[in-house]
Every structure is written in C-alpha cells, then in structure tokens.
Nanobody, 123 residues
Framework: QVQLVESGGGLVQAGGSLRLSCTSSGRTFSEFTMGWFRQAPGKEREFAAYTRRTDGNTYYADSVKGRFTISRDNAKNTVYLQMNSLKPEDTAVYYC????????????????WGQGTQVTVSS
C-alpha cells in the first residue's frame, strides 16, 4: 500500500508561482512513475505531468509545458511540481498519483492517489 500526501497549494495572483510537494510512504518510492493531475470544478481530471520510474524522464501536458516542472527526490520519497507563470485557468485541485507503469498520462494508469491540494489563481 502507498499513502500520498500533497502540500503547497494556496492562493496566488496571476503570473505568480507555487511549488507543490507530494510525499509517499509505504512501498518503495522509486518503483513508481509519479504524476500530477488537476481537476477544476465541473471538469474531468486532467493530466499535467509525470516523471518516469525507469529513468526519471519527464512529460507534460501542452497546457503546462514551459511553465510547470516536475521533479522527484527518491531519497526523500517526494515528488514536486514547480508552477510558474500561473494563470487563472490553472485553478484546480491538484492531485499526485503513483503508477506501476513506466509511461502513464491517463488517470486509469495510476494505482494510488493523494487527497489533493487546492490551487487558486486570481486575475
């Protein structure tokens, strides 16, 4: 079993930055591809970024590419999402998730989820 706990959300003005953290406990962190998803009110959960378990390579949704950076620290069992140049449309609950798959950009590919952290970007 894996427990994921996100932190770092909050209220920020457009153009600002936030860094989300997600700490894992339970199974060996390095065995999992780690992803970040987000869900705005009335919308489906959407992929933002993931870092692959095999080589640490990173992949991004077009909507966040160039503004968000995902990284992982296997020694600390933590994955981060650095979010820069935030826009009001980035407002959502952000979730981290763990997958046994090497490549995973769909929610159904993930086995474990955190409880989410709210990010609100004001205009």
């Amino acid at each position: 079993q894996v427990q994921l706990v996100e932190s770092g959300g909050g209220l920020v003005q457009a153009g600002g930055s936030l860094r989300l953290s997600c700490t894992s406990s339970g199974r060996t962190f390095s065995e999992f591809t780690m992803g970040w998803f987000r869900q705005a009110p009335g919308k489906e959960r959407e992929f933002a970024a993931y870092t692959r378990r095999t080589d640490g390579n990173t992949y991004y949704a077009d909507s966040v590419k160039g503004r968000f950076t995902i990284s992982r620290d296997n020694a600390k069992n933590t994955v981060y999402l650095q979010m820069n140049s935030l826009k009001p449309e980035d407002t959502a609950v952000y979730y981290c998730a763990a997958s046994r798959w090497s490549s995973a950009s769909f929610p159904s590919s993930y086995d474990y989820w955190g409880q989410g952290t709210q990010v609100t970007v004001s205009s």
